[in-house]
């Protein structure tokens, strides 16, 4: 599948993808595994049903506020007539990052598995000077990194279209 061709006046963005929700997703189901386990083996294993109750309770619920919080700040978007990679991370305190392309030398889109079978994937991005960017859990990582791949460069400073 191709992606649109990006002209400046078009907004190019990405949000966090569903996916953000499935290690909680996993523990909860994990936990509640043991805890049948623990609960119906002979003899019983009290000990073991009560910290699995306890991750049930209070660790999922944790772990779903803060993978909601974290999707409710996450946003990767193209600005300044799609000159300025602008990036929005965090959970507690959001963490703004705006780069120009001309200073992103190489974009790269990662996909996990469950990503593969599910959708999303992640937009790792290395700057001239070295700095290395990682923006996961987004919900098209593919379209952002279209937009920039033309305007990025080597660490040279030469144009080159990136793979």
């Known amino acids: 599948m191709s992606n649109p061709p990006v002209t400046p006046q078009s907004s190019v963005s990405a949000r966090a993808h569903w996916t953000i929700y499935l290690p909680t997703l996993v523990v909860a189901l994990v936990w509640a595994g043991i805890y049948g386990w623990a609960h119906w083996h002979d003899p019983s294993l009290d000990g073991l049903a009560s910290v699995a109750l306890f991750v049930e309770a209070l660790g999922v619920p944790l772990l779903l506020l803060s993978a909601a919080l974290r ?23 959001a963490r703004d990052v705006a780069i120009g392309l001309s200073e992103i030398a190489h974009v790269r889109v ?12 992640a ?5 001239l000077s ?6 996961t859990d987004l919900d098209d ?3 952002i990194a279209a937009a920039i791949t033309p305007e990025a460069r080597t660490e040279f400073g030469h144009e080159e279209r990136l793979k």
Do not use: C, F, N, W
């Open 141 to 143: 990582p593919e379209t």
């Open 110 to 121: 990662r996909h996990s598995i469950p990503q593969r079978l599910l959708g999303g994937g």
């Open 130 to 135: 070295g700095d290395r960017l990682l923006v």
């Open 71 to 93: 999707a409710r700040v996450l946003t990767v978007e193209l600005r300044k007539d799609g000159r300025q990679l602008y990036m929005r991370t965090g959970v507690l305190r």
């Open 123 to 127: 937009l790792d991005i290395t700057t």
